[in-house]
């Protein structure tokens, strides 16, 4: 029997229908238990072909986790307009973080189960893309403490007088509580039958702004004195 000819296409298409796979393979099995020939397989081609175009299976990895990265930041970067009021874009950030990674819980499994616990060159790739998003987050909480109107002895989450806004560590604070926040409901939305995106940006949201409207309002909570030693 002959060999099994494939058509020809551009290489980035052929590449990018072996991440494909990978992408699924990866989610669904684990690195470990994935192999190079079940890859090859589901993405039609042969083993030494994805070898030619991605060298080894901890460069396919790589490669996995970088797109998917990008691909989950730039939807929650797209879906939020800078023109709508604070808690709109908050909203709408939540709300597209929430879609993606239900649209594609492959990719998302890759990203915060896979990616963390198989070695730090994986993890670290993984940190770029979280960094960028709570920066992002950082931005949106800044401005819209901005937008609030400013309250007389307005105090920072620390207990120090700030003036106008919020301090920028207290924002970065809040931002990696809630992209942290935000990571482990995904994970349960999309192990829950019946969980919609919407429904899961809608409780953090709830959650959320609540907190973060009495704080842009001047009504931060405080931490009770601590007792005097002795």
């Not at 099994?4 to 470990?32: C, S």
Request: contains cysteine; proline residues 5%.
């Amino acid at each position: 029997m002959g060999a099994v000819k494939t058509k020809r296409m551009p290489r980035a298409v052929r590449e990018q229908q072996m991440l494909d796979a990978a992408v699924r393979t990866f989610g669904r099995r684990g690195y470990m238990a994935a192999s190079m020939d079940e890859i090859a397989e589901l993405a039609g081609v042969s083993k030494p072909l994805v070898y030619l175009y991605l060298n080894s299976k901890e460069d396919l990895f790589t490669a996995c986790i970088r797109r998917e990265a990008q691909a989950l930041t730039a939807a929650v970067r797209s879906g939020v307009s800078t023109d709508a009021p604070a808690d709109r874009q908050l909203w709408d950030g939540l709300r597209a973080f929430f879609t993606h990674t239900a649209q594609n819980p492959d990719g998302w499994s890759v990203l915060h189960l896979q990616a963390r616990t198989h070695g730090d060159v994986f993890a670290a790739e993984v940190t770029v893309m979280r960094e960028d998003i709570a920066g992002f987050v950082t931005q949106l909480i800044l401005a819209a403490a901005r937008d609030a109107v400013p309250q007389p002895g307005l105090r920072s989450c620390a207990g120090t007088p700030e003036g106008p806004g919020l301090a920028e560590q207290d924002a970065a604070g809040l931002a990696e509580a809630l992209v942290g926040a935000a990571e482990s409901l995904a994970d349960w939305a999309n192990a829950t039958p019946g969980v919609t995106a919407r429904q899961a940006a809608a409780t953090l949201m709830n959650f959320a702004w609540a907190g973060l409207g009495n704080l842009m309002d001047g009504r931060p909570w405080t931490a009770p004195e601590e007792p005097q030693a002795g």
